[in-house]
């Protein structure tokens, strides 16, 4: 009689109808009876399990949440099932206790504060999977952890089975991305702390001997029994409601274009004055260009002369873009370089330049200049699939800060280039970019696309990005010069991050001259990145690099360096001197946990079971989730112990040369923020060629490196070297192909084989 009168007030204090407050009283009436642990009750060929929870209490009482929540589209040919109901004490327990978390969604969790919360479609439906797939397990007496590492083989055999995902023999979800996400979200947020003796949650995993284990996972296990139970207390009370408030604030979203953190770097420590006023550089012409009489020597033409031969109006934007669409579908079956044309983008974009030109405006160097863009950077109506088959028809209908400076410098998109999956190396959701040079090799990545595509003559320039060597390995393996600025120098607001001390964009093109075109378009200071800065810089066309000073590593090319002397440059040999390490082990650390903030959600959906390559991201960011806080605060003091070497290390110089894809290097480089020019210097046969000889050839190249906001200088030491050696303007043999290399049916390829 207490009881029923409890429920009555409050039905009416909490406005729930006098139907629930009976089931709820009928529940607690069949919860009373003293049972067994389990009821175990096994569906008939002719029964569904849906049918079958409808018709037994206590879960009869949620029969209304499941239909509600449309659970039945889960549970399908359930006959295979063996359903546990939860016992009277154990129900009635775990709602005293009020352990049971009433969630908003996935990721925002709060304990249930009464019965009517407790009855929410949500809980109920975690209820009902809880017992479908703990029934099953229960039979094999697991272990806590042994039944999530079970689920955890599981959910891992989808893509293996192509069926469902399975415990045993039973079948728990049916294979499609909601079903996958769903199950994935049930282990994460509820079965981590399923009791097994009852079934239902409880603070099984939140104990000392728990946090033991978890401990020296981060090597940190040095406190006592007492001390390990007051960090368990905390995990509860504290940090687990925080982070899932947080993350349901934040990270919703994947790819980090949203709410970035407050936190910023600044590679001169502080030391550099932002206060100057910046000029634009003042771009040398090139006057009486001729047309060539062959569309190939357009597209291997440099920005500089394309842009003379349009204001002379010897060709207009729309030919070049005709001649460069052309020659992506042509060979883009062979070096997969393009995720989407934007052709009729590209057609608006050429006739509003030719018409501007028609009225005697005139915007520039870039003025009806084609390019493409690596498929990390937005841009409305067309798809900005990050190289990643979990985003293949993602559409961001926002203007990222680089496409809009190229569109008001009149430049004209035509493609979406490769970007490696997610941003990294050259494997994508569509296949794997080639080398232009040597077929039978892959571009390496991320940037393959703007890499490969530029080599070719595919496109006369393209933007990429580096976070640890996307610009500089591609470019190298690719023969193409391409400029990774400093850090800061280039907006990135609506580009994908991965890590937002580390992500940096830049040009891919002809030559050093273009690169400095490009560069002085799109840098400066973007009001969507804290990061980005209006930086003063020398103009490098008119700099006298007679009195920079420039060190050379012993694995520099010295071919550089004795053209750079001939020159009247002081070269002496230099070396980096820093107390660090290892610095690759300092990036791991920053780019890792900065690539999991941002994919945070993907990971936790389980959508890296389905990424191109499973021994890249998803390897390296199950080892960042366990990268304390503490440790990778470490981590950035040492970075900033680095950068201190660093600057000290290079005062007397202006800037150095090196390899650029010495992984060492490119790890400093990236930490420190320095800028770096890649530039072909050469040609060797391959290893191995085939039988009769082959025209593919191995690019050589090297790297002139910079302090941070030292980019002009890299920029004029790069065109002196470019001026006498025009190792750049090679053609790479991509008409020179075996029939082996013709490896798709594509009719719109046509190479001339040899």
Known sequence: ARRAQSIMAMAAVLRFPLLLAVLIELAFCVLSRKDSPHSELRATNSSSVF??????????????????SKLEEFISN??????????????????????LICEQNFYLAVPCSSTQELLTATNLKKLVLNHLIVGEMKLKSFTNGQRLQFLGDAVEQVDKRKKGVYVGNALIVMPNLHAVNGIVHVIDNVLGSI??????????????????????????????????????????????????MNRALVSSQDGGMHDPPVLTFDPSLNMKDFGASDKKFHYPSIPNVDLPAGDEDVAYMTVLELGSLIRAKKITSMKLVDIFLQRLKRYNCVLEVVISFTEKLGYEQAAAADSLLTQGIYLGPLHGIPYGL?????????????????FKDQVIDEEAWVYKRLKEAGAVLIAKLVSGSLAYDDIWFGGRTRNPWNIEEFSTGSSAGPAAGTSAGLVPFAIGSETAGSITYPSSRCGVTAFRPTFGMVGRSGVMRLDGSLDKLGPFCRSALDCAIILDVIR??????????????????????TGLNVGYLEDGDMQVVQVLASKGVNVVPFKLNYTVQSAQNIINYTMDVGMLSNFDHWQRAGLDNVYEAQDQWPVEIRYARLVPAVDYIQAQRARGKLIREILESMKEIDAFIGNATDWEKVCVGNLVGMPVMVVPTGLKNITNPPKGGTHRRTTITTGIYGAPYHDSEVLALAMAFQEVTKHNLQRPPIDALSPDDFHLNNTQCSPVFD
């Open 51 to 68: 049918s079958l929870v409808a018709s037994l209490p206590p879960l009869s009482v949620l029969h209304s949440a499941i239909r509600a």
């Open 78 to 99: 359930a006959n295979k099932y063996t359903l546990f109901a939860p016992t009277n004490a154990a129900f009635a327990n775990v709602f005293k206790r009020r352990s």
């Open 195 to 244: 009791d097994p003796l009852t079934i239902l949650s409880s603070d099984i995993s939140y104990n000392a001997s728990a946090v033991q284990s978890a401990v020296k996972l981060i090597d940190s296990d040095f406190f006592s029994a007492s001390k390990r139970k007051q960090m368990a207390d905390g995990v509860q009370l504290m940090n687990i409601p925080g982070f899932r």
């Open 374 to 390: 690596k498929d990390i950077i937005a841009v409305p109506g067309y798809r900005t699939t990050w190289g990643s088959r979990s």
């Open 524 to 545: 400066g200071k973007d009001p969507g990145d804290i990061s980005s800065k209006n930086v003063h810089l020398k103009d490098p066309f008119s700099m006298d690099i």
